[in-house]
Every structure is written in structure tokens, then in C-alpha cells.
């Protein structure tokens, strides 16, 4: 199938989407600026639902599914809301996305998963002993750029956590934790976690459940370099990822490991 093609596939489901949303208590009710959610259903929870709905009753395995900036706007929602809703989906593996492709319709089921672990358990996995040392953890606000991460007002309160994890006793990466500060109440007053996943789950009863990671190769920068023991422009694999717990961003983060020391592996299947 061409692009094109794919395009116009997918362009079918935008009516039916676009239907079923408007008919829907919370589609029916355009948001206002800043809100989330409405009762005891998130907005993006609610449209997540609707979405697997329709694929349910209009769609056929292999189908494209449109593209964010169309359907976005047939629904009038936000595009970070549709992304929030695709991304669980996607997780649940009611869609899945094809790099250069586009996001569709699986074709079958059983394909592998990768695992939102934290750092000490893929170390553990690894047969490494996992460790770490908190370079800072205090509270701040969401910039313009992180707002837009997170799904916050500018101005937001968060919790910043920056860590040097190790394997082996060896520096493997620098870690930047951002977390919003509203849902994890007195977090900044609690002593700096180093197993951040574990701290939340044991303090808060959060487990985060699903995510998405984005990969790049990026040069060190000075102080990375000084603080993993690698000149400075050495390669260094950027790893950013949104976890959620439901459908509840609670931790942003971007991680720096050295290139030379960490193997990046994903199942694939056909």
C-alpha cells in the first residue's frame, strides 16, 4: 500500500470516530482550557475508550488509522489528549505503530512486548548489580517545555530528581527525573529515593504501568562526561520516556547511558 493509500484508509475512520465522540457524556461537552477530567473519567481516558469502541465495530486488522493532526481535529480535542489516548492504546495493543509508517489496526495478536521496567531491575535482568547516588532532588516549577511534556499549566509545581546510576559499581547513566508534584503530596520533604519505581509504588501506592520511550544517539556534554568517565562529545544514547499510571502521566524522564556500556534490545515479530 502506498502512502497515500494509507492516508485515505485511514480517513475513513474519522466520521465514524468523529460520530461516536460527539455522542459521547464527555465528547459531547467541548473541554475548557486546562481541564483534564470530568467526574470520575478522565477526558483522555473517555476518548481512549470511544476509540477502541469503534475500532472494535469499523475497522479490520491491518487498517490505518488517521493521522493525529486530522482526527485531532475532527474531534476538537487537544492533540496532546488524542496522543495521551493513542499512546494506551498502543500499549494494550489495540494499535500499533510502524516506524516511517504510520499507527494501524494489528494484524494478530501474540507479538512481544517490551517491559517498563526501572533502571534496577533491567540491571538485575543483565545479571548487574544495580546502585546509584541522588545528585539533586528538590522541588520547582514546569517551564514552558516541560508543561507541554507533562500535560501541565505552565508554572506547575514538580519534583526534579537527577541521579548517577551505576552497574557494577560503574557509572552506566544520568538520570533526570521530573514528577508532578500535586499527585505525589510531601515528595520533595521525603528522603531522595534511589529505586525511584519501587519509592512510589511502597510510599505512594502508584505503579506506573505503561509508557513510551523515544531513542537518539547525543553527544556528552562537559558535565555528563565528567560525571560517567567518557570524554566529552562520546556517544551517549538519550532515552525519553512518559510513564503513566492509567492514564496519569508520573514521570518524565530523559536518561544518558554511555553508549559503550549499555545494549539497547527489542523483540520483533512478524
Given at each position: ?57 469499523q475497522s479490520k486488522p491491518g487498517d490505518p488509522f ?205
Open positions: 500500500m502506498t502512502m497515500l493509500g494509507s492516508r485515505a484508509q485511514g480517513r475513513r475512520l474519522v466520521e465514524p470516530l468523529r460520530r461516536a465522540w460527539a455522542a459521547d457524556a464527555v465528547g459531547a461537552v467541548p473541554a475548557k482550557r486546562g481541564e483534564r477530567s470530568r467526574g470520575p473519567e478522565s477526558r483522555q481516558a473517555a476518548l481512549a475508550r470511544v476509540i477502541d469502541a469503534v475500532l472494535h465495530q488517521p493521522s493525529e493532526r486530522e482526527l485531532a481535529e475532527a474531534l476538537q480535542v487537544s492533540r496532546a489528549t488524542l496522543r495521551a489516548a493513542t499512546d494506551g492504546l498502543v500499549s494494550r495493543g489495540a494499535l500499533e505503530r510502524l516506524p516511517g509508517l504510520g499507527t494501524f489496526v494489528p494484524r494478530g495478536t501474540g507479538a512481544p512486548k517490551v517491559s517498563l521496567t526501572s533502571f534496577s531491575e533491567d540491571m538485575r535482568r543483565r545479571g548487574l548489580h544495580p546502585s546509584s547516588r541522588v545528585l539533586r532532588f528538590e522541588g520547582s516549577t514546569a517551564t514552558g517545555w516541560l508543561a507541554r511534556e507533562m500535560g501541565l499549566e505552565v508554572g506547575a509545581p514538580v519534583v526534579y530528581l537527577q541521579r548517577l546510576l551505576l552497574a557494577d559499581g560503574e557509572p552506566m547513566a544520568v538520570d533526570e527525573n521530573y514528577l508532578p508534584a500535586a499527585r505525589l503530596p510531601g515528595l520533595e520533604h521525603e528522603r531522595a529515593p534511589h529505586s525511584l519505581y519501587a519509592f512510589l509504588r511502597e510510599r505512594y501506592g502508584v505503579t506506573l504501568e505503561w509508557g513510551e520511550d523515544q531513542v537518539e544517539a547525543i553527544p556528552a556534554s562537559l558535565v555528563q562526561a565528567r560525571l560517567l568517565g567518557v570524554g566529552e562529545g562520546a556517544p551517549l544514547l538519550q532515552l525519553v520516556r512518559h510513564a503513566y499510571a492509567g492514564d496519569t502521566l508520573m514521570n518524565y524522564s530523559a536518561c544518558f547511558y554511555r553508549a559503550d556500556r549499555y545494549r539497547l534490545s527489542v523483540p520483533l515479530t512478524r
